[in-house]
């Protein structure tokens, strides 16, 4: 059965770094595009970064340019989201999910994608 998921979260402070990862099982990841994205309680589900099939096109959401980047090791299966800098508005639970394709339209939405993990909760305190 198909599945991502993630880890690497936990509780920093202002300023501080957190490196996530989300590996998948039961499928080649690196023939989808990917995308990470967060939820904070009582706001809706937020797109950070996405990474097509090769890794070579890379977005990101607004609030987290600069300081979020994005990968994926296609040996180990696995996607990272590099975040910088963290503040305590980037507290949220955060969630790996796997794209229908390769290549992808519009990578923020969130029916772009078909696969989502069980998310790791990152805070980040002040």
């Known amino acids: 059965q198909a599945q991502v998921e993630e880890s690497g979260g936990g509780l920093v402070q202002a300023g501080g770094s957190l490196r996530l990862s989300c590996t998948a099982s039961g499928l080649t990841f690196s023939n989808y595009i990917a995308g990470w994205f967060r939820q904070a309680p009582g706001k809706e589900r937020e797109f950070v970064a996405g990474?097509?099939?090769?890794?070579?096109?890379?977005r990101y959401g607004d609030s987290v340019k600069g300081r979020f980047t994005i990968s994926r090791d296609k040996e180990k299966n696995t996607v990272y989201l590099q975040m910088n800098s963290l503040k305590p508005d980037d507290t949220a639970v955060y969630f790996c999910s796997k794209g229908r394709g390769p290549y992808g339209n519009t990578w923020s939405e969130k029916d772009e994608y078909d696969l989502w993990g069980q998310g790791t909760q990152v805070t980040v305190s002040s």
């Open positions: 990474i097509n099939w090769s890794g070579l096109m890379k």
